[in-house]
């Protein structure tokens, strides 16, 4: 008996593509059901606007949850850093599968990594937080650069560099992974170069409340330490009251010793776009074993940013 396939609803751009396939591939293993994809378009594919303006987080994930709530689609696959730090009534994230290279990432032109960019090169991205931190780094490394803005899929992005109107982009590397341009990459950011955003390089399954049998099967193809990362970069941003288009950077590692792991370590940064000034701060503790330890971690992170100025260098976020 062959049985009836799940629905899941996709964004039709190519990374959504390319990452809801590698998704409905895991859940058709461990539902033993086929995966049918749905295309759903949402208001952040069709709008001409510059994201700042279209009002921050969640643009890419409302027309998703609609399709949810509605019951035409059994579960979406969401990159985790678009998805809202708030939770949505009616649904539950079921799984965050392992969580592939967090980094940003340079593509730049004559394989050039971010030291040895031409001065006054011209960088695109979109994302305060990278201009936060790229032109930080630009100060105290005696280097000159212009951030411009941009925005688009990673084509797009790219296209920017092969077409000779910019000298280099910053991406995440989970991105060109996912849609295979990762050969590209000419510089590997690290991670104390800049932080990248809460969530980033991990996936979201999310399916509706009361779907008891479809959130029993996803919890398998959860990793509870990229979980309980996640939940700690997100608590952050909650509690720093940012969106994801404010220029907040946050990561999660374990630490270990020898083959123990002994603690969780949490950095954030908040900075301005100009990068004269960034709050940049980390904390360790236990590594989280319940959901609220988890969010307490962020949220202790969060108090330390604040007192020192966190508040005052978001005033550029979207709202
Ligand atoms: N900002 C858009 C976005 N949302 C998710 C990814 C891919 C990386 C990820 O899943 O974290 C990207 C592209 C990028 O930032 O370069």
Do not use: W
């Amino acid at each position: 008996m062959t049985e009836k396939a799940l629905r899941l609803g996709t964004r039709r751009s190519k990374l959504a593509m390319a990452q809801s396939g590698q998704v409905a591939d895991a859940v058709s293993q461990v539902t033993g059901r086929p995966v049918e994809l749905v295309e759903i378009t949402t208001y952040g594919d069709t709008s001409r606007e510059h994201l700042a303006q279209i009002g921050g987080t969640g643009v890419f994930v409302a027309a998703l949850r609609d399709a949810l709530l509605r019951g035409e689609v059994d579960f979406a696959v969401h990159s985790l850093k678009d998805l809202p730090t708030a939770q949505h009534e009616g649904l539950v994230v079921a799984a965050i599968p392992e969580r592939e290279d967090p980094r940003d990432v340079v593509v730049a032109r004559d394989a050039r990594k971010l030291t040895d960019l031409p001065r006054g090169a011209r960088i695109g991205t979109g994302a305060p937080r990278r201009m936060a931190q790229l032109n930080a780094y630009a100060r105290t490394h005696g280097m000159e650069i212009e951030t411009v803005p941009i925005r688009g899929n990673v084509d797009t992005r790219i296209g920017y560099v092969s077409s000779g109107e910019l000298d280099a982009v910053v991406l995440a590397a989970a991105g060109l992974n996912r849609v295979g341009r990762i050969d590209e990459v000419t510089d590997f950011l690290s991670v104390d170069t800049v932080l990248p955003a809460p969530g980033q390089g991990a996936l979201a399954i999310e399916c509706a409340a009361d779907n008891a049998s479809l959130i029993a099967a996803l919890a398998e193809l959860d990793d509870p330490f990229t979980r309980a990362a996640v939940t700690a970069e997100r608590s952050l941003l909650a509690a720093l009251e940012a969106g994801c288009s404010a220029p907040v950077g946050a990561l999660a590692d374990l630490l270990a010793d020898g083959q123990t792991v002994k603690e969780m370590r949490l950095r954030g940064v908040v900075g301005t776009t100009d990068g004269s000034t960034l709050v940049q701060l980390s904390t360790t503790g236990p590594v989280p074993e319940t959901h609220e330890a988890a969010l307490a971690l962020g949220r202790e992170l969060a108090t330390e940013m604040l007192a020192q100025g966190a508040a005052g260098l978001m005033g550029e976020r979207a709202q």
